[in-house]
């Protein structure tokens, strides 16, 4: 198979895990964005303009791991030491979950509550769940410029 033929995520209907990760208890949206910031898949209750803006602005918190090397103690030859696993955006009423899935993706899920409700704990494991069983088809293609 080559590199053209393989399923990735944006080449396949996503949505369905989405929704599938909606029906956790207080899981409010999910979301697949390409690191690029857009969006590849939402679960059905996401609005579109929310989905975009939503993407974008994870694409971005996800991109900021990058910069943290010299930080965490790491020299810039050992960036490759910090990969992103995932991010929890603990807010006053909701909490934000953001993990790496593939190459070139990642998972957004917000959740009712705050960062240690039940909710966001069945929710982190339920997405841990899905991106392990589908890692293989959750990554997407490199764009190609265009001139």
Known sequence: ????????????????????????P????????????LVIAKSNGLLKDDAERAAAALSGVKSLQADLGAFCGYPDENKSSLVMRHVVSDLK???VLLFAAGQRTG????????????EASL????????IQGLRPVLGA???SSTA
Do not use: P
């Not at 899920?109 to 240690?116: E, I, T």
């Not at 929710?123 to 899905?130: G, H, N, Q, S, V």
């Open 107 to 118: 998972v957004g899920v917000s959740v009712r509550g705050d960062s240690l409700s039940k």
């Open 26 to 37: 207080g899981v409010i949206s999910a979301l697949l964005f390409s690191s690029d910031g």
């Open 123 to 130: 929710a982190i494991t339920a997405t841990l769940k899905m």
């Open 1 to 24: 198979m080559t590199t053209a033929d393989q399923h990735t995520a944006d080449s396949t209907d996503m949505t369905w895990t989405l929704n599938r990760l909606c029906e956790e």
């Open 141 to 143: 293609r490199e764009r």
């Open 93 to 95: 009423d909701a909490t």
